[in-house]
């Protein structure tokens, strides 16, 4: 069955950074586009940024451009999320999906506090 799997979420101060790493197994992962969502407390998931296939083409949420950046290694079935020059309302839990499947990972949390 399709798994994601999040990790390398935690505390960082404002303006830091962290990389988030989603692993996929039960899928062709190379023929699949991904995404990276996030969802904050009270809040709706929304769509953070997306990298297709083959990792050409990426899409990025206003609120992130130029600050995260999302790749992909189809070797190892990862997708990555860099998150630099965090803000406090970045905090979330990031999750990634395939992108045109119903799956999501478990998420996993990103505190921005000092």
């Known amino acids: 069955q399709v798994q994601l799997v999040e990790s390398g979420g935690g505390l960082v101060q404002p303006g830091g950074s962290l990389r988030l790493s989603c692993v996929g197994s039960?899928?062709?992962?190379?023929?699949?586009?991904m995404s990276w969502y996030r969802q904050a407390p009270g809040e709706e998931r929304e769509l953070v940024a997306t990298i297709s296939s083959i990792g050409g083409g990426t899409n990025y949420a206003d609120f992130v451009k130029g600050r995260f950046t999302i790749s992909r290694d189809n070797a190892k079935n990862t997708v990555y999320l860099q998150m630099n020059r965090l803000k406090a309302e970045d905090t979330a839990v990031y999750y990634c999906k395939v992108t045109s499947m119903p799956y999501w990972g478990q998420g996993t949390r990103v505190t921005v506090s000092s």
């Open positions: 039960g899928f062709t992962f190379s023929s699949r586009a």
